[in-house]
């Protein structure tokens, strides 16, 4: 119990935290680049630069950045219980010694899970947020009209039930492949390069994150696809099944990416995503390495102090 709730369990989620707040913010624009991509299917523009330029030049400068706030917030939480929840159940079962590729899967799904029960209600509420007042290209999207977060998850609730606010769940759980995979990867790659040297070099922090969550990304990308439409609920589609989380409702849409784009139409918006989370990955990890070793660092110049 007590290394669930160290100051070493916090100082990582804290770390994780600020790194994943940081790295967004510098790339935010490619996220919504990507959400667009995803879920206006009809958008004719395929590439990140030219949906930009269309969003700057129908909704102005700062429309790459609307949402930023809500996202901030959810990635914050959920950042923070992700890396909490890793960080203290490998304490538990690692007990100082070394821990494997395999452990590190299974304490990166878990954490996952807990991640997506805890924090999915944000993330439904942000999606939405970030594409009111966007120009869709299909017709078949209803808009929405939020005066912030809290008026959000009182519309939905109101209009739509509280359990419209796990909208997406299903494929977030299959979707703790991701952050799962990656952490696999990344804890792998920067064991391997530990043997070696003492400690990790940013260049080593930043692309061992970028080739983690490359390959995550690109393993999941469907699934992520899937899980962006369901967040934003606002589809005239499926409407004989209202339970949006469901598997069927997963396969439905599924075909229906399938049968409009073919199986290119799966990895819609991919560019876009692979360029926003990798780099995105790669400066987060770097900001939390290096804000964890200084910390640890000042814990063990007080440490020394006091003995």
Known sequence: MAAVLSYESLVHAMAGAVGSVTAMTVFFPLDTARLRLQVDEKRKSKTTHTVLLEIIKEEGLLAPYRGWFPVISSLCCSNFVYFYTFNSLKAVWVKGGHSSTGKDLILGMVAGVVNVLLTTPLWVVNTRLKLQGAKFRNEDIIPTNYKGIVDAFHQIIRDEGILALWNGTF?????????????????????????????????????????????????????????????FGHHR?????????????????????????????????????????????????????????????VMGLKRSLKH
């Open 237 to 297: 589609l499926n409407p004989e099944n209202k339970r949006l989380g469901s598997l069927r409702n997963v396969l439905y849409l599924l075909r229906q990416r399938i049968k409009r784009f073919g199986l290119t139409g799966l990895y819609k918006g991919l560019e876009a995503k692979l360029l926003q989370t990798v780099l995105t990955a790669a400066l987060m990890f770097l900001v939390y390495e290096k804000l964890t070793a200084a910390t640890f660092t």
């Open 171 to 231: 494929p977030s759980l299959l979707l703790v492949f991701n952050p799962a995979i990656q952490f696999m990867f990344y804890e792998g790659l920067k064991r391997n390069i530990l043997k070696r040297q003492a400690q990790l070099s940013s260049l080593d922090a930043f692309i061992i994150g970028a080739i983690a969550k490359a390959i995550a990304t690109t393993l999941t990308y469907p699934m992520q696809t899937v899980q962006s439409i369901l967040r």
